[in-house]
């Protein structure tokens, strides 16, 4: 019997992304997003969802996407890692489809050299990139992300 695993897909432009629906949380409405000083350039900054200080990771700029400003009608993706809860910002949530784990072409079989995208799902309306949420920082963004973290958390106990 074939596994299958449930897919939210979202979209950045005309590009259509995934990650497992077991990872993510929910999606919002994007709200002003607070600037974190020493944060790596791929980090917005951070919002409070529900009282926990959350950072915001541009897509687009890891995509290599052309930024642009956050928009009113934009969403915020709020998905879990191993290491902690993030949110990126992306322009729609197109929904949730279900594939069979053979529909998925793996990124080292097609030599697709983006360690953020895991593999690819192909559809009949065109591809679907699936995001590895685990490797979107590097190890440098990740140890600076950390330094960010613990000088606002210190900054705000004064």
């Known amino acids: ?10 979209r950045l432009d005309a590009g259509r992304y995934a ?4 990872v993510v949380d929910r999606i919002v409405r994007a709200v002003q997003i607070t600037p974190l000083p020493l944060a ?4 917005l900054g951070a919002i409070d969802v529900a009282g ?3 950072p915001v990771f541009d897509v687009r700029r890891r995509f290599g996407l052309p930024e642009r400003a956050l928009d ?3 969403q915020f993706l ?5 290491r902690r ?3 990126l910002v992306i322009d729609a949530a197109q929904g949730v489809m279900e594939a069979p784990d053979t529909a998925v072409t793996e990124s080292a079989k097609i030599e697709l050299q983006l360690e953020h995208i895991r593999g690819v799902i192909a559809l009949p309306d065109g591809l679907v990139l699936i995001h590895d ?4 920082l590097s190890p440098e963004e990740a140890g600076a992300l950390e330094r960010a973290v613990r000088h606002d958390e210190g900054s705000h106990a004064r």
């Open 1 to 10: 019997m074939t596994e299958t695993t449930q897919w939210l897909v979202f």
């Open 72 to 74: 009113p009608t934009d």
């Open 85 to 87: 809860t993030v949110v």
């Open 19 to 22: 990650l497992p629906l077991r």
């Open 133 to 136: 949420l685990e490797q979107f």
């Open 52 to 54: 926990e200080i959350l």
């Open 78 to 82: 709020i998905a879990r890692t191993t």
């Open 40 to 43: 790596p350039a791929i980090v």
